[in-house]
């Protein structure tokens, strides 16, 4: 007996070791493959880290920590290698350079001379080669001068505070006379969906399925930041199945579009029409591919980050009564101040609403909607005493710069007093990224998320089903229930 026992020690001692044999092998013939090519003629050494396994490099260990602590995962690399914000990994199927200090982050998002877009595979895939993923800096600079003035500046987006604000109180209604709880965010997300479809396609809108498109959306967006593994069961086979559909529908809008607009001449043109007249130096329109490619680019990002951006507003604010109240009382403030023959919401009151932009401030930096952005080194480049190889991707780690406690006292807690009287550094508030690459859309979605909440601070309030629901982070920060709550008005 003592024999056997002896042998099954034996046995279990020489499968552990060559487990730790193979695993260690593996990660150093990772590691020789991409630094050999690098060569040993660098000014300045690589960032410290490791590339992990062959092909899936850190991905498992990046999964692992998405799923219910992303923050565990630059955590880690501070922990391991010190606090120099720069460090290698290989994620997404690149080598990559993983940067998360306000200064190199400011340097990385405003050099378009040595950087460019370096989105995953699975992105640039499925967002198309013509969409702003997928176009050169110079021609990214003509097409968004063109076609995104319509959604910038509060100027501008008065036009749509009537929009919103209509459909706002349409949904908060419906929510609170519900006998049933429902998925808030679900709602939340046909809400967005329908205000930013209708901002691009106007009247045509009604000829678009919206509870399609969204269900399609759904499943184009859970692929966007994945491995790109075209097989049944991995999320990049269901988003390209749902982006040949929703490339099919908005054809289809295309299509009628450019018929109903040579039978007759609008007066209330729409972001589709600009579109469709937007031309080259050279007087050449765009293709319906390319129409088509920017369309899925606007529409996701058009309806995320608004609909993210209000739950978790209103979850925060929920979980801290004394903001909650502090933000109720300057809404409440406004509303006395309205002259009684005034209407609905207007941009000046928008404006004054400075401790709710606090709130939403806030919010954006604890839930980092975009948990990072993507460059690649067009060439050998050094930042801070390292070297970023050229090919290699560089990670502009959002969550890293927000949660940074060195940045951010306490940055786990909610604390929307931390912006009053806030200088911030740059590069250390960078949700909706910087440079030339800012999200063109920022201002409508906080312009969505302030209009809701003026609505819902003033007469509503949430009762969660289950308020310690599991949260997922991917591809962006959810609880598993969609937050099922009861919407409840209040008398």
């Known amino acids: 007996m003592m024999f056997l026992h002896s042998l099954w020690f034996i046995l279990f001692a020489a499968l552990l070791g060559g487990y730790a044999f193979v ?142 604000e209509d459909a706002s109180v349409k949904l908060l209604e419906e929510l609170s006379s519900m006998s049933t709880p429902s998925e808030f965010l679900t709602e939340l997300r046909k809400f967005a969906f329908k205000i930013i479809t209708t901002i691009f396609m106007g009247s045509d809108v009604h000829h678009v399925d919206l509870g399609l498109v969204e269900n399609l ?100 604010l929920t979980q801290h009564s004394h903001f909650f109240q502090r933000a109720k009382k300057e809404q409440e403030e406004i509303m006395q101040a309205r002259p009684s023959t005034q209407k609905g919401l207007n941009i000046k009151e928008i404006k004054q609403m400075e401790y709710l932009s606090k709130v939403i401030h806030e919010m954006l930096r604890k839930t980092s909607i975009s948990f990072a952005n993507f460059r690649q080194a067009k060439v050998d480049l050094s930042i801070n005493g390292f070297t970023i190889p050229k090919g290699w991707k560089v990670l502009v780690w959002n969550r890293g710069v927000h949660m940074d406690p060195e940045t951010y006292n306490n940055p786990k807690e909610f604390d929307p007093s931390r912006w009053e009287n806030h200088t911030a550094r740059a590069g250390s508030f960078i949700p909706f990224g910087l440079g030339s690459r800012f999200c063109p859309g920022s201002d409508l979605a906080k312009l969505e998320i302030t209009i809701f909440l003026h609505h819902f601070l003033l007469n509503y309030r949430m009762e969660r089903v289950n308020p310690d629901c599991r949260i997922t982070y991917l591809p962006l920060q959810r609880p598993l229930d969609n937050c099922s709550a009861r919407i409840i008005k209040l008398t």
Not at 86 to 104: A, D, K, Q
Not at 266 to 280: A, G, H, I, P, Q
């Open 23 to 164: 695993f260690g092998f593996l990660w150093r013939v990772n590691e020789w493959y991409y630094v050999s090519r690098v060569g040993r003629n660098m000014q300045h050494p690589l960032p410290p880290g490791h590339l992990g396994w062959p092909f899936l490099g850190n991905m498992l260990t990046f999964f692992k920590a998405f799923k219910s602590d992303p923050d565990s995962f630059i955590y880690d690399l501070v922990f391991r290698y010190g606090r120099t914000g720069m460090y290698r990994t290989f994620l997404f199927g690149s080598p990559s350079i993983i940067v998360c200090t306000p200064e190199t982050c400011r340097r990385v998002l405003t050099d378009d001379e040595q950087l460019k877009l370096g989105y995953p595979a699975s992105t640039t895939s499925l967002f198309g080669k013509r969409s702003f993923h997928g176009i050169s800096n110079e021609e990214h600079k003509r097409l968004r001068r063109l076609t995104t003035s319509p959604i910038t500046g509060h100027e501008a987006l008065s036009m749509y505070v009537g929009l919103i």
């Open 217 to 316: 959306y759904r499943d184009f967006s859970r692929g966007i930041k994945s491995l790109p593994i075209n097989l049944p069961g991995f999320a990049f086979y269901k988003a390209v199945k749902a982006r040949k559909k929703l490339t099919k529908l908005l054809q289809g809008v295309v299509e009628l579009k450019r018929r109903s607009n040579s039978r007759k001449r609008k007066t209330k043109r729409d972001m589709m029409d600009s579109l469709m007249e937007v031309k080259d130096e050279e007087g050449k329109q765009l293709e319906d591919e390319d129409i088509i490619d920017l369309l899925l680019v606007f529409l996701l990002a058009g309806h995320e980050s608004s609909a993210h951006g209000i739950l978790w507003t209103i979850i925060y």
